[in-house]
């Protein structure tokens, strides 16, 4: 009996201890679990309307609607370190006000970045003739760097679709600018078209696509474009060339010190222009082909005119289809090299080795002074 005793209160005493209640003080009320405001959307709401909108202090801001001003600039900047969002929104005018701006970057300013919007005026165009009101400049910047300005669309404009030296401008759109479409310091990704100025005038163009009545793309560097002139200039020119397509009426369809993997057309100017052509395919109806220092690995195409001139020719192909002129004209050397003229000489030059030469119905034609397996 006592030890039955003795089992129940053990029993009961670890039971008591498996089964013991914690404080049953609450240790207060609980804190907030949901996000401010400001950390949502920590940026500044700008109303549209018909006023110009002034921003004169640091920060993040947007648009919440379109601005149609009746006169003068539509946004102005006077502050450092602004980021502009336009939000898909767009800033217009009619007015044919003298240097007014879609966006104004005032004074010089750093970490300025303006995006994802439109800028409009009324400005048309039949080709040579600029006509209606809006601003003279989409974006206007002249900062010394810092500046950015990415996905704006800038249509109808008086004098420069982007006018902003220096800056970044990526994936935009200009289309009719009685001025300049771009002026920027590193340009990529955009399109310009319908401009009575450069299309593009930067330090590098790369990845873009431009139509001017002047200067397709004029610029240090110029990468994987395609550029065309209307009128009497450049398609594009540059002092390194590559992987591009040059187009123009009048002047050379690319004109660069070194060209490389790229094709140029022209009218009535040589097809390509320049110092070192390699790789490269040059045509134009009423002047050389190609016409430069030293050519290699190219094909150049004429058709009344000169294939391909140079001092120096290797590894290429000079053709005059139509006339009288030398398929390929090297003042020094061709070197491994085909040439043909319809009813001129197929390769004219000092010293050929390696080359070969027709005219007219397959006759070989071969003018040099010192010839080497020829």
Aim: proline fraction near 2%; include cysteine.
């Amino acid at each position: 009996m006592k030890t039955l005793l003795l089992l129940a209160a053990f029993s009961l005493g670890a039971t008591t201890r498996l089964f013991a209640q914690g404080d049953l003080v609450p240790p207060g009320p609980p804190g907030p679990t949901m996000k401010t405001l400001d950390q949502i959307e920590a940026r500044t709401p700008l109303a549209g309307g018909t006023d110009t909108i002034t921003i004169s202090a640091p920060g993040s801001y947007y648009l919440t609607g379109h601005v149609a001003v009746a006169g003068g600039d539509g946004i102005v900047i006077e502050a450092d370190n602004v980021t502009l969002d336009l939000n898909g929104f767009t800033v217009s005018t009619t007015s044919t006000e003298p240097g007014s701006a879609g966006v104004l970057l005032s004074g010089d300013r750093s970490g300025f970045h303006v995006r994802n919007g439109s800028i409009r005026g009324t400005v048309t165009s039949n080709g040579t003739t600029y006509t209606g009101g809006g601003f003279d400049y989409g974006v206007s910047a002249l900062t010394s760097g810092g500046a950015r300005i990415s996905g704006v669309t800038v249509t109808g404009v008086r004098s420069g679709g982007i006018f902003a030296f220096q800056a970044i401008v990526e994936s935009c759109v200009v289309q009719t600018s009685a001025g300049n479409g771009i002026s920027g310091g590193t340009v990529s990704r955009c399109r310009v078209s319908d401009c009575g100025g450069n299309g593009i005038f930067a330090l590098t163009a790369s990845d873009c696509t431009v139509a001017s009545s002047a200067n397709g793309i004029r610029a240090t560097v110029a990468t994987n474009c395609v550029a065309v002139s209307n009128g009497n200039s450049f398609g594009i020119d540059a002092s390194t060339v590559s992987n591009c397509r040059g187009e123009s009426v009048s002047g050379p369809g690319i004109n660069g010190t070194t060209v490389q993997n790229s094709s140029g057309l022209s009218t009535n100017a040589a097809g390509i222009t320049g110092s070192a052509v390699s790789n490269s395919y040059g045509y134009s109806a009423n002047s050389q082909g190609i016409s430069a220092t030293t050519v290699s690995g190219s094909v150049g195409v004429s058709f009344t005119n000169r294939g391909i001139s140079a001092e120096v020719v290797t590894g290429s192909s000079g053709t005059c289809q139509n006339g009288g002129s030398f398929g390929i004209n090297a003042v020094r050397m061709a070197t491994n090299s085909y040439g043909y003229s319809l009813s001129g000489t197929g390769i004219a030059t000092t010293l050929a080795n390696g080359c070969l030469g027709y005219t007219g119905a397959g006759t070989l034609s071969v003018s040099a002074i010192y010839k080497y397996n020829t």
